[in-house]
């Protein structure tokens, strides 16, 4: 969770009013870091974007969305979703990681990034 600070961009994709896998022109900012909740200040929220993701302008995915009544959101921290999985014992394939690259050669979602443990 240290990769998200406020101020962080984040991206919120889920289905938007039945439009699915929206990506946001512009990115949204995180406003609160919890120990296992994200706070995020959006414009463009809506109904249906709860469930989905909330990514990094790196392409990471760092929670779900559980609140999707803006102007600000709420996601479940990533790791506390991969801690509560462990514990009912369902296996895990997700694996944190972080990419640091200049953000003016990136595109919001890149095609490889390298994870690292």
Known sequence: MNTVKHGTPVYPVGNPNG???VLPALPDAIVQVGA???IFQSTVLSAGHS????FTDH?????????????????LA?????QTLRKWAIP???R?????LPMDSVPAFPVETKCTE
């Open 78 to 82: 990533i790791e506390k979703i991969r």
């Open 59 to 75: 392409g990471s995915l760092v929670g779900m969305i559980i609140n999707d009544a803006p102007p600000f959101g709420t996601a």
């Open 19 to 21: 439009i699915s896998w």
């Open 36 to 38: 296992d909740r994200i």
């Open 92 to 94: 895990v394939q997700l």
């Open 51 to 54: 469930g989905g993701g909330l």
């Open 96 to 100: 944190v990681g972080y990419r640091e």
